[in-house]
C-alpha cells in the first residue's frame, strides 16, 4: 500500500475499528466516517450481538456517531470506509444520509449492495448517488473475516478455506 493511499488509511482506522468486537460474538466489522478534511468523525463496529439490536451493523453505529459529531444527519462531503461491502440496509443508510463516498475492503458475494449482489448507491432511480470504491485492503479484510469464521466452524480443509470447495 503506497503511504499516500488515504483510502488504506481509512481501511486501516475501520481494521482497527473491528477488532473492538473481539469477544463478543459479533462478527468482525469496523467502519468509520470521516469528514472532507479525513478527520475520523464516526466510529463503529457491529454490535447486534451484544446489544440485541438488528440494526447495530458497524456502518449505522459510525454514521449515528457522525450524525451527533456534526449535529445533523446530512453527511454530505463525508465518506465511510468499512471493512465489508455494505448490505442493503448499510447502503441505504449511507444513501440517506448523503454520504459521497463509500470504500470497503472485503467484497460480500451473499449480502452485498455495493456491486456484488446489488448495487444500490449506483441505482439510478436513487435520490442520491454514492461514489463506491471497493476492494481496498481487501486481502487483510477478508483475513479477519475467514478467520473469525474457521473459528466457529468444524475443521475444514485447506480446498475449502481458499474458495475451491463445491
Not at 448499510?90 to 452485498?112: E, I, N, Q
Request: aromatic share 6%; charged share 25%.
Amino acid at each position: 500500500m503506497p503511504p499516500d493511499d488515504p483510502y488504506a488509511v481509512w481501511l486501516g482506522h475501520a481494521l482497527a475499528a473491528a477488532s473492538a468486537t473481539a469477544g463478543s460474538g459479533d462478527v468482525p466489522i469496523g467502519a468509520v466516517v470521516l469528514s472532507a478534511e479525513g478527520e475520523v468523525i464516526g466510529t463503529g463496529w457491529n454490535v447486534r450481538e451484544a446489544e440485541g439490536d438488528p440494526t447495530g451493523h458497524a456502518e449505522v453505529v459510525a454514521l449515528r456517531e457522525a450524525g451527533r459529531h456534526t449535529g445533523s444527519w446530512r453527511l454530505g462531503g463525508c465518506t465511510l470506509a468499512v471493512t465489508l461491502e455494505p448490505c442493503a440496509m448499510c447502503a441505504g443508510a449511507a444513501m440517506l444520509a448523503r454520504v459521497d463516498r463509500v470504500v470497503f475492503g472485503a467484497w460480500d458475494p451473499k449480502a452485498g449492495a455495493c456491486g456484488s449482489v446489488w448495487d444500490l448507491p449506483r441505482e439510478r432511480r436513487a435520490l442520491h448517488r454514492v461514489e463506491v470504491i471497493g476492494g481496498v485492503r481487501e486481502q487483510e479484510c477478508s483475513a479477519l473475516l475467514l478467520d473469525f469464521f474457521d473459528k466457529r466452524r468444524p475443521s475444514r480443509d485447506a480446498g475449502e478455506r481458499d474458495g475451491s470447495r463445491r
